[in-house]
């Protein structure tokens, strides 16, 4: 088990440090060029390969590539492995290669399918298509990463991969301040950053595919029955393990026909929200799926169920509180984050609101990184795809019922639904079928959970006043008093878990 808390702490350590630099880089951005129709231009340009991103680094490809993987290390030996390796480095990367080209050539169509509203402005289309053709190839890069990512993750090499997010942070960050002030459009040095970040991330990591000899000499071998194995469960993986990046995509595309600000003020949103969900349910997902796949090829159906168990119980010790934070602390989080002549009052009330309904979904969000790798690490595609079909389709409906009053916040709202109602059919899923078994104590744990979340929340809630009290402050006190609140609000929720008698021992698996 000291293996397991290791790993743990490897990749939630390195993803810790990637959320801080992208708060670097979205404050940033938020302070170099606000919120506009260049910005709204950019994040479109960025979010379809980013949505790509979560997909395949954090989504369906794993989920698809690392159970088979694990099949070849455990069964059939090294040479049989590489092959393995080698065979689906060259088909993916032939495929990878064609639909980066189709992308680029397409750029054009992909803007106005992703953000139709685009269409009434001829600039903001054809500077985010301008965007689009250099952001594309970022899909070819960071797939070929998560490739790489993937076998290291099978052979618990947690680190490497959990750092390399962080590289796209810095090259952003780089291009933002250093490169935008030479460039007739600033704004297009975002798009370059996401390119050359692309590039830097999969070399990154070939020196340690090197040490596990396992770096690939790509062929194309679409006779390989493992490969269609691969592509057959990446492609039921793929709509099942990512309605709600699908949902947040659909929110962009829905906002492009709202006010201008409207796609940048939820873009915010996303990027706060991603912060707890990248610790704590990506790194748990990230771990428990190779030990999952592992546990259910050694026919051991406990130690799988105890796994799922003991995850969902960090999911919510620290996922709960976390939603209450960004729902209580909305403003002040903007207000801090992001304000400034750029990003004005206005943007922060309504990047905050947004903000706001997306916590709601905060639990259900990571309870799918946590529950999936239960149907995936045993090869079942076709469950979740059907839960996840059913789950976009109320969203997308209540997305299109709320934008009317609520505007971007109501499309907000929708995808928090959406994700709660999958999270929620995955745990029934998983009891019904007696795949997860719940140890004892749950009543006790959530009575615990409930009691000091109230507390945690009542005490913020009435200490921290109205957002328009934090737009007054200075700088430096806004940030002051934001630490101070989280700081007081972690340790009035830790303090009261001890007093309703959580011990830490009671959480080690």
């Known amino acids: 088990m000291a293996s397991f808390s290791t790993s743990l702490a490897t990749v939630g350590g390195n993803t810790i440090l990637s959320r801080i630099l992208g708060f670097a880089r979205d404050l940033i951005v938020a302070r170099l ?12 340009a960025f979010k379809i390969p980013n949505f790509m991103r979560r997909l395949f680094a954090e989504g369906a490809f794993s989920m698809a590539f690392v159970p088979i993987l694990n099949e070849h290390r455990e069964q059939r030996g090294f040479p049989a492995l590489k092959g393995f390796v080698d065979d689906i480095a060259g088909t993916l990367g032939a495929a990878l290669l064609l639909i980066t080209a189709l992308g680029v050539l397409g750029a054009p169509a992909l803007v106005l399918i992703f953000a139709p509203g685009f269409a009434d402005d001829a600039s903001q ?8 053709r250099l952001t594309f190839p970022y899909l070819l890069f960071i797939s070929l990463t998560a490739f790489a990512g993937g076998i290291l993750n099978t052979y618990d090499r947690f680190g490497v991969p959990a750092f390399t997010p962080a590289l796209l942070n810095l090259s952003l960050i780089g291009c ?3 490169l935008a002030p030479h460039l007739e459009r600033p704004i297009m040095a975002l798009a ?13 990591q070939l020196p340690f595919l090197a040490q596990l000899n396992l770096v690939p000499r790509p062929r194309f071998n679409g006779h390989n029955p493992d490969i269609r194995r691969v592509l057959r469960r990446m492609g039921s993986a793929l709509f099942g393990v990512s309605v709600a990046q699908i949902s947040l995509l659909m929110d962009t595309l829905l906002a492009s026909f709202l006010t201008t600000g409207s796609i940048s003020w939820l873009y915010y949103s996303d990027r706060l929200m991603e912060f707890p969900l990248g610790i704590l349910a990506v790194t748990l997902g990230t771990v428990i799926l190779p030990r999952l796949s592992r546990r259910h090829i050694a026919n051991d159906p406990e130690s799988f169920s105890h796994t799922l168990d003991w995850a969902l119980r960090w999911l919510l010790l620290l996922g709960v509180p976390s939603a209450i934070g960004l729902l209580v602390l909305a403003g002040p989080l903007m207000a801090t984050l992001f304000q400034s ?21 905060l639990v259900g969000f990571m309870g799918i990184k946590i529950l999936a790798p239960g149907y995936y690490a045993r ?18 409906g209540c997305s299109l019922i709320l934008m009317l009053p609520l505007g971007h916040s109501g499309l907000a709202l929708g995808t928090a639904i959406a994700a709660t109602i999958n999270a929620g059919l995955l745990l029934r899923g998983l009891l019904k079928q007696g795949i997860l078994i719940p140890q004892a104590g749950w009543p006790t744990f959530l009575a615990r959970i409930f009691a000091a979340n109230l507390i945690m929340g009542v005490l913020v809630f009435l200490g921290t006043g109205s957002t328009a009290d934090w737009m007054t402050m ?5 940030a002051w008093h934001l630490l101070m609140w989280i700081a007081l609000g972690a340790s009035v929720y830790l303090g009261a878990l001890l007093a309703f008698g959580l011990r830490p021992r009671a959480l080690v698996r």
């Open 176 to 178: 933002a301040i250093w």
């Open 379 to 396: 090869q079942e595609m076709k469950t979740p795809v059907r839960i996840a079909a059913v789950a976009l389709l109320i969203g997308l």
């Open 341 to 361: 002549n750029e990003f004005s009052a206005d943007d922060v009330a309504m990047a905050s609101h947004s903000l706001m309904a997306y916590s709601l979904g």
């Open 33 to 44: 060029f606000g919120a506009d129709a260049g910005t709204d231009a950019f994040f479109v």
């Open 192 to 204: 370059w950053g996401v390119f050359l970040a692309g590039m830097i991330q999969f070399a990154f």
């Open 474 to 478: 200075t700088t430096s006190g806004r």
């Open 125 to 132: 289309w054809e500077l985010a298509t301008t965007m689009l």
